[in-house]
């Protein structure tokens, strides 16, 4: 049997007024375990963000057809036997949404969590990038194959000097960065400071925003011959969106996206000191939201009449990247990523049902099988950043939901 | 003829991606002019904010009849005559809601701002913490009689460690601080940083959060002589109303009156870097809904065949405070505030239609005139904390609003 990881509420996390000093929750401790317990829900709580409007149209009801998956079984990455219920404990999570069809099959919340609570999406926010990195890309105002510099000449002397944009949204840049998750020291804490994530430390002298910290990274090996998973090339299309729209990237996804599916709960971004928004990691939105959105990959970006997507962008995400470039680049990333890929900012399982999924670090995921036409999110407070135990397990538990689902 | 001020995006405020330096709003320059011009629009923006939700029930559409007092003419403070629409150029308007008889007449927006635009209320935050802190002695839940420090005994040593409660809604505590709007140094600069709505400055040694903060203040003079604006009593109630309740007061605010009466848009409070909230001045709102809590108020609590508010919670508010107290503290206020009185963090005006008040610096209004029936909701970015010009045209420009509209 699996425990139910303690919530924040029982963890006396940010209980009482103020919460006594070892219970609080503050943006210096939020990612030491158990704080994201709580932090996930409240990042807006802890930081800047701008608002993503779901604007004033009437809430898209997603048709119900309710059943409870928890007892679906399967086999776990390790050959364990675990159930659907095991899978969401192991990986703390605070929220299952489960469509099929297009209809809500299964909904469940943990840790406070409720259909309004916004949670932070982590890299999930990098999928959304992409896609509208693609929209853009399908409507002229962007062309993959330029160079980035085209866009931001700020960048000149960098490693993006002579990427092109598709190097930049397929994680295939040739950029000295190293993507551990340490938030205390190396490239991942300058990251999180400068973009607003993190409380700039007493005595800092390293970049304080995104402009300054994003020309700083220099040329490592070569574009577009590995993997190399590398959080900036995020935030240099996120600038590049910003560019050529002359909108903030939250804008950008009220108008395209939010405001277009009937979304229930506005969303919301985290922002730097001078207003370049986290596009790498800063989505914090409700469950049933994302959800929303899997589901217009699997309607090929239309909505209820409406082109909402070109339809050669959900190609695109659907048709994967490339995956010798991929083997090369996760060598170390264990046997259930082999024969995966990359590709604008979505990660492709090339599996028997081709799905395609979100992924952000502590349990976030927007997992899309066109096969079986089931859309999954889980949002979860994982207590570390990687989680290959729960990789292990949820990995095949989503697979499994969905041949369960199909029939 | 009076010019209507630059807008945010004329004066190139935050145009751009990001926008150029000198055209930056930042936490640590908003209230630098013409920056709150942007910044009162853009608060959650720039810092941690906690939602005040108005839930999932429907808008209460304020029924309409419009009628633009642009022309309607008056005499100012200093003799002249002036026009509402000089008002409102003169006063740096971004907003005017003005209701009669629970009808909109009149709704004009200004600088970028519309109705879904969330505004900083300064301190007419404070007259919904003290509508609550009476809602919540109604309920037997605070006693003003009580001592502050019978809620908050991290409080025995500072000012209000004789002070009731009722001494700190109603700013007649004895206490040693000087509410002069320098944000640089002095009491409102620590009451800034520490309410978490400045960042912390490098090197700085002083509170860093309102429990740090608000022991420190010491006692000066007698309690309950005399009217002392000090906002840090603001920050005591609020303390109070979430130990009582075991709630943080945009929770409050959000379950007793933004999803009670019908609000359009979700508001917010800033928020310190442990989770107190900034009571004193961190509400930001949509105009519309803070007309709808200016209704509620001349409906005697009453909403829709609900009591959202005891009817003696408004009629205390109604009734005003002491007279001979204010007048002993105002005496450098200047002839537009003679005869007026101030309780539970609400001005009343003592004036022919017993109007009240609530008040922020930079010009922001609830104005709500019992006799005439009429709430009027002005929000602004005046380039300074006081404003005196503006008010001078302000106060008897909405009294002339009120009797035109009663006719």
Redesign the interface.
């Known amino acids: 049997m699996v425990q139910t990881p303690p919530t924040a509420a029982e963890l006396g996390l940010?209980q009482g007024?103020?919460?006594p000093p070892d219970k609080?929750v503050?943006?210096e401790n939020l990612l030491d375990p158990p704080n994201n317990r709580w932090a996930f829900q409240h990042m807006?709580?802890?930081?800047?963000?701008?608002?993503i409007?779901r604007g004033?149209g009437p809430v898209h009801a997603l048709p119900e057809r309710r059943r409870d998956l928890s007892d679906l079984s399967f086999t776990a990455g390790d050959g364990t036997r675990r159930t659907v219920a095991e899978m969401l404990a192991l990986s703390y999570a605070d929220s299952l949404v489960v469509l099929h069809n297009g209809e809500l099959i299964d909904e469940q919340y943990f840790n406070g969590m409720g259909p309004?609570s916004q949670h932070q999406m982590m890299s999930v926010t990098k999928s959304f990038v992409g896609t509208l990195a693609l929209q853009l890309a399908s409507e002229g105002l962007i062309d993959e194959d330029a160079l980035v510099i085209d866009y931001i000449p700020e960048l000149v002397g960098s490693a993006w000097q002579d990427a092109t944009v598709r190097h930049a949204i397929d994680m295939s840049t040739g950029i000295r960065f190293d993507e551990v998750y340490d938030f205390g020291e190396g490239d991942v804490a300058r990251y999180g400071i400068a973009s607003g994530f993190r409380p700039i430390p007493?005595?800092w002298s390293g970049p304080r925003?995104?402009?300054e910290l994003l020309p700083q990274f220099l040329k490592e090996g070569n574009h577009g011959e590995m993997f190399h998973y590398v959080t900036p090339n995020t935030e240099v299309a996120g600038?590049i969106i910003?560019?050529v729209t002359?909108?903030?990237v939250s804008q950008v996804i009220s108008e395209r996206i939010w405001s277009q599916l009937g979304m229930e709960r506005?969303a919301y971004m985290i922002?730097d000191?001078?207003?370049?928004e986290m596009a790498g990691a800063g989505l914090n939105a409700a469950a049933r939201d994302l959800a929303r959105f899997g589901q217009l990959l699997l309607q090929d970006g239309e909505w209820h009449g409406q082109q909402v997507l070109a339809p050669e962008v959900v190609a695109t995400i659907r048709g994967g990247g490339d995956r010798e470039a991929f083997a090369r680049g996760t060598t170390e990333y264990g046997p259930l990523w082999e024969g995966w890929s990359y590709r604008a900012f979505w990660w492709h399982t090339h599996n028997a049902h081709n799905a395609f999924t979100g992924i952000g670090i502590n349990g976030q995921w927007l997992y899309v099988d066109p096969t079986a036409q089931v859309v999954i999110v889980q949002q979860s407070s994982y207590p570390t950043a990687d989680q290959p135990d729960a990789d292990d397990v949820c990995i095949p538990g989503f697979h499994a939901i969905a041949k369960e689902l199909m029939g």
């Not at 807006?44 to 608002?51: F, G, I, K, S």
């Open positions: 940010m007024y103020p919460a609080r503050t943006q807006r709580e802890l930081m800047a963000t701008a608002e409007s004033n309004a007493e005595g925003n995104l402009e600038w910003a560019r002359g909108k903030p506005d922002r000191r001078i207003g370049m």
